[in-house]
């Protein structure tokens, strides 16, 4: 059986993978925002913006899953998501840069 720490490790890679796409992905966005008229705009500007919303999603879902096991291994409070955002910010995770 893997350790706690072994997968918040593998979940702290596979973010920094994620981040890499996520980070294409809004170099994309970047060229057509502000959007003024959605009608307006070719399908790879809308693939651009779609590709991005997931990725933000997915990219979100797993850091929240992280902070979570971070905190279950810190023997913290994980119930309200509250007490896991308020553990991150005491001990200094305010963002992934």
């Not at 996520?22 to 070719?42: C, G, H, T, W």
């Not at 500007?45 to 992280?66: C, I, N, P, T």
């Amino acid at each position: 059986m893997r350790s706690n720490v072994e997968l918040i490790r593998k979940k702290v890679d596979y973010l920094l993978r994620m981040r890499n796409y996520l980070n294409y992905s809004y170099e994309q966005i970047l060229r057509i925002v502000p959007v003024k008229d959605f009608d307006a705009l070719m399908p790879e500007q809308h693939d651009a913006l779609v590709a991005f919303r997931v990725r933000f999603s997915e990219f979100q879902e797993h850091l929240g899953k992280l902070m979570r096991a971070v905190a279950r291994e810190e023997e913290q409070e994980t119930e309200p998501f509250s007490f896991v955002l308020l553990y991150m910010e005491k001990i200094g995770i305010q963002k992934m840069a």
